[in-house]
């Protein structure tokens, strides 16, 4: 994995971070079952619960950045290809959902984000994945 594509998924967890402050202050969790459901697993309260979920999530993400992708571990390819499949399903999810709605929702700001970073990402590991196949 080159360079780009390290910085391409450092760029996707920071922007995980941001997207999760958007769902907490425009408060997800009272609008969306899901996230509502979640919240309670790691809390009574609501808002509380989604801060502790949220922030294992993000911790997670730097995690794999900095023990996995930066140091190109060998599993490295694989949790970037975990990470692309949870962020373009965010961002697809919070964007049909505000169009379906014809309002906001929150997280669909940054949503957009998340999936074009998604895709780009996808295309470099697939890059690289078949230029690594070649040279074997």
Do not use: K
Not at 38 to 52: E, N, Q, R, T
Not at 81 to 98: C, D, K, M, P, R
Request: aromatic share 14%; glycine share 8%.
């Amino acid at each position: 994995m080159d360079s780009r594509s390290r910085f391409a998924f450092l760029l996707l967890i920071l922007t995980q971070a941001a997207h999760s402050v958007e769902e907490y202050v425009f408060r997800l969790y009272d609008v969306f079952a899901p996230a509502r459901f979640l919240s309670g697993l790691v809390g009574y309260d609501p808002a509380s619960g989604f801060i502790v979920f949220n922030t294992i999530l993000v911790l997670f993400g730097l995690w794999c950045y900095l023990a996995r992708v930066r140091t190109g571990h060998r599993s490295a390819s694989g949790w970037v290809w975990l990470w692309i499949v949870i962020e373009s399903g965010n961002g697809i999810g919070h964007t049909v959902i505000a169009l379906a709605r014809r309002a906001y929702f929150p997280g669909v700001i940054t949503a957009p984000v998340l999936l074009v970073l998604s895709i780009y990402l996808a295309v470099r590991m697939m890059q690289f994945q078949r230029d690594h196949r070649r040279a074997e």
